[in-house]
């Protein structure tokens, strides 16, 4: 059996990709802060699938929590053929009402862990010839935001890292890939207090689906996933369309929203 570890491993697109991994009857190493929730999940994972399930409680916004983990993925004697780097966080506010400790901990999270868990897991998967990266960003990362959030700016660095890093080793039999979902009916609105209210049923994603989809476009050796045609031409728009035209809608826009409200990661 090959072995996966994912962070965030506990709700939303992390959850079900511990379910959509276990089905495969890959062992896991499971991530995240809440202790008896990990240990919860470890139980369902190992009565439904027969697999072995490891978890690994740590804050990955923290130097020892990071350290935890990259110890684990560099541990040759266990090798991790698949990293899931889900963990992330949003915040409901935009980035000059928020404190800076805030904006700090959103960095460490979104682009910091990713950055050192990615070169923990690497090294060794170049060594053995094989090895896969799952990097979750999103389609708010295509372009700015209105009226101004960091966590675009976090998302885009994802997709942008994922891509370097996926053109750099395809050649030693690694794969790397940004998945870039929209709107997805998780935890994760309702634990930054993002309002959802306004956002159209059309534009909401199913976990489950995103997830294979997500699996099978890094199967393909694909750069990045993009889940539903819906959102591949939404972001397709956003990313390819001439940025002062864009810039102008995005600031006519910012100028009729008074709060600012994070866009969809999962």
Known sequence: MTTALVTGAT?????????????ERRDLVLVARDA?????????????YSVEVEVLPADLVSDEGCAL??????????PVELLVNNAGIGLRSGFVENTIDD???????????VMR????AVPGMIARGHGDVLNVSSVAGFGPTAPGST???????????????????????????????GFVRTEFHQRADIPTGDIPDALWLDADKVVRDALADLRRGRPTSVPSVRYKVLGGIVRYAPRPVYLRLIGRAAKTVGRTTTPPRD
């Open 69 to 78: 983990v990259e110890a684990r993925l560099a541990d040759a004697a266990r």
């Open 151 to 181: 966590y675009s700016a976090t998302k885009a660095w994802v997709t942008t890292f994922s891509e370097s890093v996926h053109l750099t080793l395809k050649h030693q039999g690694v794969r790397v890939i940004a998945l870039c979902p």
């Open 11 to 23: 709700a939303g697109l992390g959850a079900a990709f511990a379910r959509a991994l276990a089905a």
């Open 117 to 120: 868990l990615t070169h923990a």
């Open 36 to 48: 008896d929730r990990l240990a919860a999940t470890a139980t369902e994972l190992t009565e439904k």
């Open 103 to 113: 904006e700090e901990r959103m960095l460490r999270l979104n682009v910091r862990a």
